[in-house]
């Protein structure tokens, strides 16, 4: 089992409580640890522009540039990227959103990752597991 720890942050309701797991991703030689929001509500993981290029993406003409909704509806456009996220030394292949653009979070979406474990959210004990 891995365990996280949910941490308060301030928002605009004020104090709050979110999952976020510290993960680290690589792309070829490149390796970043990072804490992620850990977002059961996401499809894919998302990783800001600069972080991307931080781990060596490129953007290049067989890149298809696709666009991602959330509960706002505003579009972010993205390219899909394959990484390796690193979550206390268990390693997963998992597809990313890089977006094109800098006003998003460090997402930990459900594609390639909740389907490799049963995720627990404990918010009372301010928990989150990886079983």
Request: aromatic share 8%.
């Amino acid at each position: 089992m891995i365990r996280h720890r949910y941490r308060r942050e301030v928002g605009s309701l004020g104090r709050v409580l979110r999952p976020v797991a510290d993960v680290v991703l690589e792309n070829r030689q490149v390796k970043v640890e990072v804490p992620m929001y850990v977002d059961s509500g996401a499809d894919l993981s998302v990783i800001p522009f600069r972080f991307g290029k931080a781990l060596g993406f490129k953007q290049g003409g067989k890149n298809e540039i696709r666009e991602l909704k959330g509960i706002s509806g505003a579009g972010v456009p993205y390219v899909l990227k394959t990484v390796t996220l690193v979550m206390n030394g268990v390693r997963l292949k998992v597809r990313m959103a890089w977006a094109l653009v800098e006003e998003v979070p460090m997402l930990m979406g459900r594609m390639d990752v909740f389907n490799k474990f049963r995720v627990v959210f404990d918010e009372k004990r301010g928990c989150i597991d990886f079983e």
